[in-house]
């Protein structure tokens, strides 16, 4: 039984959701529906924190242990396709078929911060940030900062900067 407060309404929580849900109590798990248009400011801790050197770079770090550096755009999936313009191209191994053969994009925004977006994603692709839950709307790319969490099928990736 979901119990409902006045400040939270009942969501149906996807596969990847369920999975970070399993990480942390019950009582405290709350996936938070988005106000539409999603602002485009920097969701996780802050867009680049003002720790970072100047020459710090963005890094996707993957559940699987694999850490990208962002210099350009790229693709996460089961078996992704190559665009001439990707950069990166992220094979993800799922025996679970939760992960689809495109599952996100990412890449650099003019201003050297990091955008994701999600490619019509069967499970959907969704951002952990501490703001809240936000799933990604398909083919709208968000920005997110340093700590943001992913969540894709049963995998999670993480924002980081510094590399």
């Known amino acids: 039984m979901v119990r409902r407060s006045k400040k939270a309404a009942e969501t149906a929580i996807s596969p990847a959701a369920s999975a970070f849900a399993s990480e942390v109590p019950a009582a405290r798990v709350m996936v938070t529906p988005i106000p539409l248009p999603i602002p485009l400011t920097g969701l996780g801790k802050s867009a680049r924190p003002a720790s970072a050197p100047s020459d710090a770079r963005p890094v996707i770090e993957l559940s699987t242990g694999e850490r990208i550096v962002v210099t350009g755009s790229g693709i996460v999936g089961r078996q992704p ?13 799922d025996a679970q078929g939760t992960v689809s053969r495109n599952h996100f994009a990412f890449g650099l925004t003019t201003g050297g911060l990091v955008w994701v977006q999600d490619m019509g994603s069967r499970n959907g692709t969704y951002v952990v940030a501490p703001e809240g839950s936000y799933p990604l709307v398909s083919g709208k790319k968000l920005t997110v900062g340093d700590g943001a969490r992913l969540m894709f099928g049963s995998h999670s990736a993480v924002v980081r900067w510094g590399a």
Do not use: P
Request: negative net charge; proline residues 0%; aromatic residues 0%.
């Open 81 to 93: 396709d190559v665009a001439a313009t990707d950069v990166h191209v992220v094979r993800v191994d």
